[in-house]
């Protein structure tokens, strides 16, 4: 990002994104385009140039570095093949979110990390130091909270900027809560 006269006075926001559970890749999560949405109707609505919207996508690696059971792995190159299809899968999520920025006139930056998403977000907003962080909320229960536990409640607690949280709709919500 190059520093200018008119990007320093635009508020940098940042919104967390993941991908949908359900339907996967590229596809976004619930709680991902319903804090987007919510942050350019109640935030940006028309005033576009005022803002930068600054997309993260966490990935999570697989606990035992292998997401396809099915696979077989014979040879480096195969491994290098699974690192670039994550790669590829992050960037057509975070191309949706991108896309709708441009077509609305939205200054934006997107990029991926990988790691635990909690952690990884309070990092970045360290690092880039956004004036607002925007991210959705599944709306676990009690119970389930302790066994997955939730990133918007991490973040809203150690991030060093404002945090908002956007709840899904009750009509978007799935029928298992932990599915997005």
Same mark, same amino acid.
């Given at each position: 990002?190059?520093?200018?006269? !008119? ?38 609505? !028309?005033?576009?140039? !005022? ?36 790669? /590829? ?17 939205? *200054?934006?930056?997107?990029? /991926? ?16 130091? *956004? ?10 229960? *009690? ?12 973040? !809203? ?6 945090? /908002?949280? /956007? ?14």
């Amino acid at each position: 990002m190059e520093g200018g006269a !008119a990007e320093s006075s635009q508020t940098r926001i940042m919104v967390g994104v993941n991908e949908s559970t359900i339907k996967g890749y590229p596809h976004a999560s619930i709680s991902s385009k319903g804090a987007f949405e919510w942050t350019l109707s109640k935030i940006v609505r !028309a005033n576009t140039s !005022a803002f930068t919207l600054l997309f993260l996508h966490v990935q999570v690696p697989d606990q035992d570095g292998f997401d396809d059971m099915d696979s077989i792995y014979a040879s480096p190159d195969d491994f290098k093949k699974l690192n670039h299809r994550n790669k /590829i899968r992050g960037l057509h999520l975070l191309e949706y979110f991108v896309n709708r920025c441009h077509e609305i006139g939205v *200054p934006c930056e997107a990029w /991926i990390k990988k790691g635990d998403p909690k952690e990884v977000i309070c990092h970045e907003v360290n690092r880039v130091q *956004p004036d607002l962080l925007v991210v959705g909320s599944r709306g676990l229960g *009690p119970f389930q909270r302790v066994f997955v536990g939730t990133v918007s409640e991490f973040c !809203a607690k150690h991030a060093e900027c404002p945090v /908002i949280t /956007i709840k899904r709709k009750v009509d978007e919500a799935p029928q298992d809560p932990i599915d997005d």
